[in-house]
């Protein structure tokens, strides 16, 4: 690879960023460094990277940080035990007791839960608002406004936000925008081009995308976030492992294959669904009837592997499609090649239940995986026939 990987396709990007063959054996993967620690030149010198000690830093995760940073666009990249550990070291990094967020009204329930339940007893505090409304978000925010924490699309109501207006907005405002970029992906879209300052990813979800391993991620231009980041990781010790950085590594090669499949699945799906007589409303940004298509046309590549429908049976008919397909698994996550199925409110949404957040209880929501789309729809249509 060149000094600057932007000049490949995001491909050649996925394969070749932080990866060259390892000088010692020629080997054409990266090596997994399963140690703690390492050799020291003398006391207090490092050897060639500044490896030391594994929780600062592990060459397997820095190859995977490398590639993460080339693939959104951004000049720094950080590997996390978990998306909810990414997404804590940007809060704890940029708020401080009496800073106000503005959040989505449509954010993941785990996101909701630590701003919530844990962030506001260390003194901050939160509005909610459409993020898809822009004169609502202006209304939302205040003088004490450090953060706009948006999803887009978001979970599990798949709404999309113009994150090029909210950049503006922000910083106008004197914030930062953070994007949750797990469900999109950087091969469907990269909020930092779009004038973002923080992208976080559950790296667990599409990125990994085998469902075998859990870690996160943040990546950023700036250099400042970037050394408060990396010195709160030392610090808190929220790490992944190597066998977890190369995991994800191995399933960022081909993610611009997989994500193809999961939209063509996602959109014949959506479609199917949009014409059934027993699902109400189906939400997905790639059916032309969404609220936001245009827009997701326009900052996304294709619109994704989630698909979310409310079933006109109210909850327990909703209860029983999840129940009763084969081929989709009833599991919480998503993003893995296999078709999962779960009902948010009561397993990945619980969190908001009582809350301005609360999913409706006929939600239904879909991770199609990359399985032949015609075995998906029979499967899907034999459990909306028998609920």
Avoid at 114 to 123: S, Y
Avoid at 142 to 163: F, M, Q, Y
Avoid at 340 to 357: D, F, K
Wanted: some cysteine.
């Amino acid at each position: 690879m060149v000094a600057d990987p932007a000049h490949y396709g995001f491909e050649t990007r996925a394969i070749h960023a932080g990866q060259k063959p390892d000088p010692r054996t020629g080997s054409v993967i990266v090596p997994i460094y399963q140690t703690s620690t390492y050799a020291q030149d003398g006391v207090g010198g490092t050897r060639e990277g500044d490896y030391e000690y594994s929780r600062t830093a592990n060459p397997t995760r820095t190859a995977l940080e490398e590639a993460l940073a080339a693939l959104e666009g951004g000049r720094h990249a950080l590997a996390f035990a978990s998306g909810m550990a990414a997404g804590d070291a940007v809060l704890r990094t940029t708020l401080r007791p009496g800073d106000h967020v503005v959040l989505g009204n449509d954010v993941y329930g785990g996101t909701f839960r630590l701003i919530d339940k844990v962030l506001t007893e260390w003194g901050v505090d939160y509005s909610v608002a459409s993020l898809s409304n822009l004169d609502e978000v202006r209304t939302a925010m205040r003088p004490e406004t450090k953060l706009v924490w948006c999803e887009s699309p978001t979970n599990p109501l798949l709404g999309i936000a113009d994150i090029a207006a909210l950049a503006e907005l922000a910083h106008v405002g004197g914030a930062k925008l953070v994007v949750d970029n797990t469900f999109a992906t950087p091969y469907l879209q990269t909020p930092l081009e779009l004038g973002a300052d923080v992208v976080v990813h559950s790296t667990t979800k599409y990125l990994g995308g085998h469902s075998d391993v859990v870690g996160g991620a943040v990546v950023t231009d700036s250099d400042e976030l970037r050394e408060k980041l990396f010195f709160l990781r030392n610090t808190a010790g929220a790490v992944p492992g190597a066998f977890d950085a190369w995991l994800t590594l191995r399933g960022l090669k081909t993610l611009a294959v997989r994500m193809e499949r999961h939209c063509g699945n996602a959109e014949l799906i959506a479609e199917a669904l949009s014409v059934h007589p027993k699902v109400e409303r189906v939400y997905y940004p790639g059916l032309a009837e969404h609220p936001h298509h245009s827009l997701a046309a326009k900052q996304m590549r294709r619109f994704g592997g989630m698909v979310s429908f409310t079933l006109s049976g109210g909850e327990r008919a909703a209860l029983d499609v999840a129940a009763g397909t084969t081929l989709f698994t009833l599991a919480e996550s998503l993003g893995g090649v296999e078709s999962l199925i779960e009902h948010p409110g009561r397993m990945t949404h619980a969190s908001v239940a009582g809350s301005l957040l609360q999913v409706p209880d006929a939600l239904v929501r879909l991770s199609v995986g990359i399985e032949d789309p015609h075995d998906l729809l029979a499967d899907l249509r034999h459990a909306l026939d028998a609920s």
